[in-house]
């Protein structure tokens, strides 16, 4: 049974850090690529990073180019999204998913394999 955990979400003030994991079972970790969403309330999930397979590629979203990082250990079976400079509109539930493919990175929903539950992360002004 494929199991996917986040954790580390929670409230922090504009211009604060946070840092996402996810811990990953039940699957073989370093065949995936992995990628994080948000979903805020009253829109529809959006891709916000990936890592690909080899962890020789990433892709950000426009919106958090530059502040976020995506990272993988797969040694630890954990992918980890480092959240710097952050803003309200960064305020959502965030997603991990695991995405089966050899090469690359993909930013769209249907393409991820398998999903974790979300953690909520709240950017107050």
């Known amino acids: 049974q494929v199991q996917l955990v986040e954790s580390g979400g929670g409230l922090v003030q504009a211009g604060g850090s946070l840092r996402l994991s996810c811990g990953a079972s039940g699957l073989t970790f370093s065949l995936y690529a992995w990628g994080w969403f948000r979903r805020a309330p009253g829109k529809q999930r959006e891709f916000v990073a990936a890592?690909?397979?080899?962890?020789?590629?990433?892709y950000y979203s426009d919106s958090v180019k530059g502040r976020f990082t995506i990272s993988r250990d797969n040694a630890k079976n954990t992918v980890v999204l480092q959240m710097n400079s952050l803003k309200p509109d960064d305020t959502a539930v965030y997603y991990c998913?695991?995405?089966?493919?050899?090469?690359?990175?993909?930013?769209?929903?249907?393409?991820?394999?398998?999903w974790g539950q979300g953690t909520q992360v709240t950017v107050s002004s």
């Open positions: 890592t690909s397979s080899l962890g020789d590629s990433t």
């Open positions: 998913a695991a995405d089966l493919r050899a090469f690359g990175t993909s930013s769209k929903n249907g393409d991820y394999d398998y």
